[in-house]
Nanobody, 127 residues
Framework: QVQLVESGGGSVQAGGSLTLSCTAS??????VGWVRQAPGKEREAVAA????????YYADSVKGRYTISHSTAESTLYLQMSSLKPDDTAMYYC??????????????????????WGQGTQVTVSL
């Protein structure tokens, strides 16, 4: 099973930017994404990407501010976050799951659980 390691989290002021990275132990993945979990809030899939077709999905809460991308050569998934808000504060997880392939084409909503998770990286946005 592929292993995922996230990095790049940290503390930033509102309006700032961060880029999260997720390195995979092997390259054989089809659909990947980022999920966040904040205390007292529901888990939210914020972005997903089909590595075959390049289709993407963004939650309405981050659309226009977040960009998901992937480097095949580096087996690394990225999440560029800009115009950050305090509501973006959460633990961010990199995930791999075939069901994300359906999310990016709009045929299903994001699942609550995923096949493979990273350990998470904390993002804290302050006023």
């Amino acid at each position: 099973q592929v292993q995922l390691v996230e990095s790049g989290g940290g503390s930033v002021q509102a309006g700032g930017s961060l880029t999260l990275s997720c390195t995979a132990s092997r390259a054989s993945m089809t659909c990947v994404g980022w999920v966040r979990q904040a205390p007292g809030k529901e888990r939210e899939a914020v972005a997903a990407l089909s590595l075959r077709g390049g289709s993407t999905y963004y939650a309405d809460s981050v659309k226009g501010r977040y960009t998901i991308s992937h480097s095949t050569a580096e087996s690394t998934l990225y999440l560029q976050m800009s115009s950050l808000k305090p509501d973006d504060t959460a633990m961010y997880y990199c995930v791999v799951d075939w069901r994300l392939c359906e999310v990016v084409v709009g045929t299903r909503t994001a699942p609550d659980e995923y096949n493979v998770w990273g350990q998470g990286t904390q993002v804290t946005v302050s006023l």
